[in-house]
């Protein structure tokens, strides 16, 4: 992934601090020092300590970053994950900068492990996908892994994932698929390719071309996601998705399948609380 975390961070910090901190610059005398905390006010997984240490570095170099804990740790209401110590400005100017990467992040991670929790005892791994915000994938994608999930591609350009839409417009699944053999010939890329069954016919038809690494067994009843397993028989990876919820992603994560993939990861998730209070 083509991703700079500083320029974004440098970019997030113009679009709040803009021509400066009023606040801060009217009631901070410049020379006032001070050690603020970061506060768990939650129960879950910590996530974004690394990229808050960079947000204050380049709001102030002078300030000194202590950190506690290590994202991916477990935290409980009343944790310390760090101590930042030195210009009481520059601390409050960095402070929601910080908090909202944290905060969106370790939610993530909390919800992420949550799930992959719910599919104990079975060999199924947890997927994000790229139902994310714009701009902040790599951040969203990073707490899917401090969570325990596993990131599937990063964007449209690392694999072809043909969804239905793509076998509609291509006229078919065999359309498609030979579509794409063409393409990949022409160009000479080296891609994985995914392609999205609807029914067990179509799991016959990509199993026919074989050109597809996984297959994506789209809005499948458990039942019929075990037959389209027991059809495959492990050819190819196998990739569950539509309908999953909390209630019955363990049902279908024992069915066999390889991989769930969740858009609820990164979409649906209620931020962590943590607050970043002066010492």
Avoid: W
């Avoid at 350009?157 to 793509?166: A, Q």
């Amino acid at each position: 992934m083509n991703f700079d975390l500083d320029t974004f961070l440098k970019y997030a910090i113009a679009e709040d601090v803009g021509d400066g901190d009023h606040t801060s610059l009217s009631t901070i005398p410049a020379d006032v020092t001070g050690r603020a905390k970061l506060l768990v006010k939650d129960n879950g997984i910590i996530a974004g300590i690394e990229i808050a240490k960079r947000v204050f570095e380049l709001i102030d170099a002078q300030l000194k970053f202590e950190q506690i804990l290590k994202d991916g740790d477990q935290v409980k209401h009343g944790d310390i994950a760090f101590y930042v110590e030195g210009s009481s400005r520059s601390i409050v100017t960095a402070e929601r900068l910080a908090l909202n990467i944290m905060q969106r992040m370790s939610g993530i991670a909390t919800q992420t492990q949550k799930i992959t929790q719910m599919m104990a005892g079975t060999s199924c791994k947890l997927l994000d996908t790229r139902k994310t915000t714009p701009g902040f994938r790599y951040f969203e994608k990073l707490a899917v892994k401090l969570g325990g999930g596993v990131n599937h591609r990063i964007g449209l350009y690392d694999m072809i994932l043909v969804k239905d839409n793509h076998i509609d417009y291509a006229g078919g699944v065999h359309q498609a698929l030979h579509k794409i053999k063409d393409y990949l010939q022409q160009t000479g890329k080296d891609l994985k390719i995914e392609v999205e069954a609807r029914s067990i016919d179509d799991v016959k038809l990509i199993l026919e071309e074989g050109i597809a690494f996984r297959i994506l067994l789209d809005n499948f009843k458990p039942e019929d996601l075990k037959t389209a397993v027991a059809l495959i028989n492990g050819r190819v990876q196998t990739e569950a998705s539509g309908g999953i919820t909390e209630t019955n992603v363990h049902e279908y994560a024992a069915t066999g399948v390889d991989y769930i993939s969740m858009g609820a990861l990164t979409h649906q998730i209620k931020s962590l609380d943590l607050s970043l209070k002066a010492v």
